[in-house]
């Protein structure tokens, strides 16, 4: 199987690459070597290609910056879907998209099921809501969007290595404890994706997280515990509770982001981990 990966040097396309299985033939694409937002080269790219699967890995993920660059955030978000949903079913291929738990309002007390209606309340989360709407448009018979929230890896910038980072810089920490949701080590995602693009079959929208639930101030009091443990961090320092109020942001975030992943567990055939259990084997391999 030939499996064209966009979002080359990001989180998950790195794990995606670790990942590979033996039988597939990868090719790992960034920015540099394939502008998802210009249409004639995507097409070009993927008629040249003609790969069996394109795994969507590309996206504009920087939430605050754009509430003021909302342009960008759709070239990438909606249109770069678009383009690759348009090629695939050119060269009749599979694709795999990723999406976010933002696409959702977080006024809910239950888990979001992938049924439920979103309501973004940021430009990052309309943006790729717009790119589900367009891939499903476009390639309905043909095609996955898995949402996913706070995923973090050994590669890349995220939460867990910037909590690292502060901790051994600083004496002490405020972190929102008013907004909550689920970790998600990017291997598991990885794992998640790779289990599905074995089974063509598969179509339709999922949800995947690893297990469990956490605010922000659980996450970070799990990273420093762990980290203090395997010796990443030498000594503790005092992480307060804040609420969201007193860490003021341009965009909007959802209070609760859980999501329901049992139907993407049944037709993976694969059980989540929990979250914490998945940060300790990051942290190892970190």
């Known amino acids: 199987m030939k499996v064209v990966i966009t979002g080359k040097g990001g989180q998950l396309a790195w794990e995606l690459e ?10 790992s694409v960034g920015v540099d070597e394939l502008d998802v937002t210009n249409e004639l080269l995507v097409a070009e790219f ?17 939430v605050d910056q754009a509430e003021t660059d909302s342009e960008a955030a759709y070239a990438v978000n909606e249109l770069g879907t678009k383009y690759l949903a348009n090629a695939c079913k050119a060269a009749n291929a ?3 998209h990723v999406s976010t738990d933002f696409v959702f309002d977080g006024t809910s007390t239950t888990p979001y099921q992938p049924d439920c209606i979103p309501n973004p309340i940021n430009v990052y ?24 929230a706070w995923v973090y890896s050994v590669n890349g910038n995220n939460f867990v290595k910037s909590m690292l980072r502060l901790m051994h810089e600083k004496e002490k920490l405020g972190i929102i404890y008013d907004q ?4 998600t080590w ?6 998640w994706l790779w289990a599905i693009a074995s089974k063509p079959e598969v179509i339709g929208t999922y949800h995947w997280t690893d297990a469990g639930v956490a605010s922000w101030y659980d996450f970070a009091i799990a990273i420093q515990e762990l980290a203090i443990e395997k010796c990443l961090l030498l000594k503790e320092i005092s992480v307060l509770p804040i609420p969201t109020s007193a860490y003021p942001t341009p965009a909007k975030r959802p209070v609760f982001s859980v999501i329901d992943k049992s139907s993407a567990e049944e037709v993976a ?12 084997m990051m942290m190892d391999a970190l």
């Open 18 to 27: 670790q990942l590979a299985p033996k039988n597939c033939q990868i090719i």
């Open 46 to 62: 993927i008629a040249n290609t003609k790969p069996d699967l394109v795994i969507n890995g590309a996206a504009y993920t920087a």
């Open 94 to 96: 599979r694709m795999l």
């Open 125 to 148: 989360g309309a943006s790729k809501l717009a790119g589900e709407i367009a891939l499903q448009s476009i390639l309905p018979e043909a095609s996955v969007i898995v949402r996913t």
């Open 180 to 183: 909550v949701g689920t970790p």
């Open 186 to 191: 990017a291997k598991g995602l990885a794992q």
């Open 269 to 280: 055939g694969i059980k989540m981990t929990h979250w914490r259990k998945q940060l300790s």
